[in-house]
């Protein structure tokens, strides 16, 4: 899917949400996350790590969402994102030093999910889960040129699509209630890589706007 298409469906998703937040039980606004990012699975593989170490790098996602209330408790929630994804590697080089590897991987992503309001209505949190199918539309291994080791072998070989699992909490941070503070975690399903079993894993602090309320 190409990404100027993704993003005529975020528009369509802006006007789809103004139109029916018109209606009971519908509610849009803007989401944004600052993100831990890893990849696990056979990751000491895929780098072929003898003298290093894999860990988590740092992200961002942004995107609108759609809110749907199925009961007084119980909504849907249609999501269209860009989440960043990937990992860093931490190595030697020839010369002793410490050097990095960079791992981004870049999504559009639409997740869709079931909520719950645990609390009651003056003071909810908010429990989300469900699944997500993101489309990716560039990767990218940055490394230092000068202390560039032979190429991490098979690097262009990641899937174009990632299915993944999510789940979040969250609750009201002001007096409106129109602006949310949650946690969120996310991980992939299936490999996302041709030939070794790695899995996206992303974590961190999400924040909500709610644009358009009953």
Known sequence: MKIKYLLIELILLFVISEVEAQEP???GGLLFNFNGIQVEGEKEQFWGSSNGQIWGAGGISAGAFVKH???KKLYGVFELR???KGSIYEFSNQYGNKALELLKLHYMEIPLLIGYNL???QKPVYLET????SNRFNSKMAFNKLIERTNTPNADYFKNNDFSFII???FP???KKNLLLGVRTEYSI???HEYYNLHNWDYGVEFNYLIFTR
Not at 130 to 133: D, S
């Open 168 to 170: 979040n909490c969250k």
């Open 69 to 71: 209330n199925f009961k």
């Open 130 to 133: 469900g699944l997500a199918f």
């Open 25 to 27: 039980g519908f509610i």
């Open 173 to 175: 941070i002001n007096r």
């Open 119 to 121: 609390s009651s209505i």
């Open 190 to 192: 299936f490999s996302i």
């Open 82 to 84: 860009y989440i960043q």
